[in-house]
């Protein structure tokens, strides 16, 4: 298949030497327009139809505005658009089946249908002005258990009855007021001295009596008061409705962002987040029994380990000594049911996000039992595992006894089997390399799994048996491959691409080393003219002894000059093997090359891909390891390039417009200028889903924020700094360089600029404004780095 592929990727690639160079040389304009014009647009959002025949996506081969959706015909081996009104009707990839996969039920347009996979026959269930969502099968799978405003409904699919199962209401319940005891003493009078009203109220009495045994069965009135309602669920028996109750704390501050110019021709201000530290919203785990027709709260305080107190605290005597008896706030998913019905288990992740429990769910004795407990005094995290607190990672059902679940036990995220009798737990794969997604084959015979195990710039896709053991490979080429399963796992989807060529399409028999057939081709002409080289993937050796992968775009003619570009984070990686989703930075880096720089960009410690140490690399000290790991890199492109040092710069966005902020403030001399893209400058001042994790809370680590904000070290400040910020950015508020500016007026710094864009988000839209970024970027390193 390796060299197939190879083979028709040549083809797409058109043999580059024989085109006209109709790109001819590179500039800052020409790379920066809009990438669907000239560049292409891949296929995306890619699923199969019921049938396995055929493959739909999305793809823009037009050069309109927004994508469109395409079909690929197996049969007839051809694509085409899919119009308008057939794509009304379609069925959508996401749904949830019965146990034979027969039926499939799904919501559209805020309505619930339901599909026969045998004949592909639709029938819509309902046709309403509400909205009806997360569809699922009764334990019986005679009903579709829905939502709809908060509550749950079941329609029959034999009678078509719909039945309200859950009363969640809004608000406090009123309550009849009490008489005082000088009324109660005069109604009780009134009552002994005259017949009639004692025998208007008697029969009163008794005609309420009759009424409220013949009103209809409902379901308990459940009052919310503040609180709100989610992840409802019945279990399969149809007894327990399972719900996590929110309420939000209303100290907690919301931040705004003005935007300036704007059609109304006013300033407005939209409304963001919140910043790290700002009072959590707190969760509560609920069970109603609709046979006892009762609701009791889930008890969390004999979780094991539900007190443990981090580490860090060690370095705040006050606050570890006042730690006594706590007890960590936790939010809880699921429940996951097995499909006998006989067994459930939930996810139980602390707020502080230092453990994740899975433990088995009674709903009738309202206990929890553990399974498994992983614990990191940094933050739980990893690829399957999720890194915030709502995230319930990839978890299931093998069988009616055993669950599999991931986990970074040894370091990486690992598949796991775990029995829920006996509690063995069973490891199934293992290596220094990362389980990066997990399906199970419809006979719950095999796993279906995406590792990088070949490499850590590649991803490719496996099949292995549940039991674990040997694993076949069933993707060849060298980068990534995202797969999907057709309905019949006879065929895979597979989205491809390697580093120098964008994803497109392809399809192949799901065995080992079959052919794979590329479906699309959706770059131009134009952009296939230049001869994209293709970076180096390297090693380097950090400081501490660790093996650092990095790109490196070679000049053919070196100036002795370099670029370091610093990914963005978010928990990714760039050192990789398949097209990057830093395309425009790809490009300029060979508009840099072409001009003798030599480029490196490296994937510094908390990027993706390499292990939990490596993740947790920068806890409690961003711009330490991460930073170093760079500054490393800088040393070794004297040593291996010849570089001089004082000709190196650095530039990136994001958390890589942080680093270069640390950068240029605390190793002098190492970067001679940098440009430092919408960056965090007041770690602060950001959200607190990502912050907390690494640095935990302000008010509680303040240590971790004065050593890892840009704002507190401003005064090292050596070289030429550029500042780009979007003016509208609600995810890196350009408050942050705003901040940083002031800071420099007072520190009487002049060595620093900033270009602010007016209407751009944290991620650019606007070719114009791109353009004039990059041309800021290399004007900078073309007169600093002379």
């Known amino acids: 298949m390796k060299n197939i592929l190879s083979a028709t990727l040549l083809l797409l690639g058109l043999a580059q030497s024989t085109l006209a160079q109709k ?150 319940k009123k309550e009849d007021s009490k008489p005082s005891d000088d009324q109660k003493w005069l109604k009780e009078d009134q009552l002994a001295l005259f017949e009639v009203l004692k025998e208007r109220k008697e029969k009163k009495d008794a005609g309420k009596k009759i009424a409220e045994a013949e009103k209809p069965k409902r379901p308990k009135e459940i009052y919310l008061g503040e609180k709100r309602v989610n992840g409802a669920r019945l279990s399969p028996d149809g007894r327990f409705v399972t719900y996590r109750l929110a309420e939000p704390d209303k100290k907690a501050k919301s931040t705004i962002v003005p935007n300036y110019v704007t059609e109304s021709g006013f300033t407005e201000d939209i409304q963001a987040r919140t910043k790290v530290g700002a009072p959590l919203t707190s969760y509560e785990f609920w069970v109603y029994d609709i046979q006892k027709d009762t609701t009791r709260q889930l008890s969390t305080k004999t979780i094991p380990g539900i007190g443990d107190k981090p580490d860090y605290l060690k370095d705040y005597p006050k606050q570890d000594s006042a730690w006594k008896n706590k007890v960590r706030d936790v939010i809880i998913s699921g429940p996951f049911w097995s499909e006998d019905g006989q067994s459930a288990m939930v996810v139980v992740r602390s707020q502080d996000n230092k453990d994740r429990w899975i433990m088995a769910l009674n709903p009738d004795s309202l206990t929890l039992r553990p399974l498994d407990r992983q614990r990191d005094e940094a933050w739980i995290g990893g690829p399957g595992i999720g890194s915030y607190a709502v995230s319930a990672g990839e978890i299931g059902w093998v069988n009616n006894q055993t669950i599999y679940f991931q986990s970074e036990a040894d370091g990486y995220s690992h598949l796991y089997t775990l029995d829920v009798k006996s509690g063995k737990k069973t490891q199934l794969t293992q290596g220094k390399f990362e389980v990066l997604g997990v399906q199970l084959s419809r006979d719950k015979k095999n796993f279906y799994l995406t590792t990088n195990e070949v490499h850590p710039g590649e991803q490719h896709f496996y099949r292995m048996a549940v039991t674990g053991g040997a694993r076949e490979r069933l993707t060849q080429a060298v980068g990534a491959h995202d797969v999907v399963l057709s309905p019949d796992e006879s065929r895979l989807a597979v989205r491809y691409s390697n580093s120098n060529t964008p994803w497109e399409l392809f399809v192949q028999e799901n065995k080992p080393a079959a052919e794979s057939k590329v479906i699309t081709q959706s770059t131009t002409e134009e952009f296939r003219s230049y001869a994209w080289r293709e970076a180096k993937v390297v090693t380097f050796k950090a400081s501490d002894g660790a093996d650092v992968y990095a790109r490196v775009y070679e000049p053919r003619k070196a100036n002795g000059r370099a670029v370091i570009f610093v990914h963005g984070a978010g928990y990714l990686q760039n050192a990789h093997k398949w097209w990057s989703q830093y395309f425009r930075e790809y490009m300029f880096h060979h508009l840099l090359a072409d001009q003798g720089y030599t480029v490196l960009d490296l994937d510094y410690r908390a990027s993706a891909g390499y292990g939990r140490d490596w993740r947790t690399g920068i806890y409690r000290h961003m711009g330490g390891k991460d930073l170093t790991d760079n500054v490393d890199g800088a040393k070794w492109l004297v040593s291996k390039y010849g570089i001089k040092p004082n000709k190196i710069g650095v530039y990136g966005g994001s958390y890589g417009g942080f680093i270069t902020l640390m950068g240029m403030f605390t190793t002098p001399g190492v970067f001679a200028a940098g440009a430092a893209l919408r960056p965090v400058t007041d770690w602060a001042a950001y959200n607190h889903p990502y912050t907390a994790n690494i640095l935990n809370e302000p008010q509680a680590d303040s240590l971790a924020y004065r050593r890892s904000s840009p704002l507190y070290h401003a005064n090292g400040l050596k070289g030429h700094l550029l500042m780009c910020h979007g003016m509208v950015d609600v995810n890196v508020h350009f408050q942050d360089v705003v901040r940083l500016s002031q800071r420099f007026i007072e520190l009487g710094k002049d060595n620093w600029e900033l270009a602010a864009y007016p209407m751009e988000d944290h991620g650019f839209v606007e070719a114009s404004s791109w353009t004039d970024e990059y041309k800021r970027i290399l004007k900078l390193f073309d007169e600093r780095l002379r």
């Open 23 to 172: 790109l001819g040389p590179l500039t800052v304009e020409k790379i920066m327009r809009d990438p669907k014009t000239w560049i292409g647009t891949s296929p995306s959002n890619v699923w199969w139809g019921e049938d396995s025949k055929t493959i739909y996506f999305q793809w823009n081969p037009d050069k309109a505005p927004a994508d469109s959706l395409y079909q690929y015909s197996l049969s007839e081996q051809k694509i085409s658009k899919v119009p308008f009104a057939t794509r009304r009707q379609l069925p959508p990839a996401q749904g949830t089946y019965n146990r034979m996969r027969t039926l499939k039920a799904y919501t559209q347009n805020g309505d619930l249908y339901l599909l026969d996979t045998r004949t592909q026959q639709v029938r819509q269930l309902t046709n309403t002005v509400g909205t009806e969502g997360s569809p699922a099968f009764s334990g019986d799978e005679q009903s579709i258990i829905f939502d709809q405003d908060n509550n749950l409904y079941s329609i029959h699919l034999s009678t078509g009855l719909v039945t309200q199962l859950t009363d969640f209401k809004a608000g406090k």
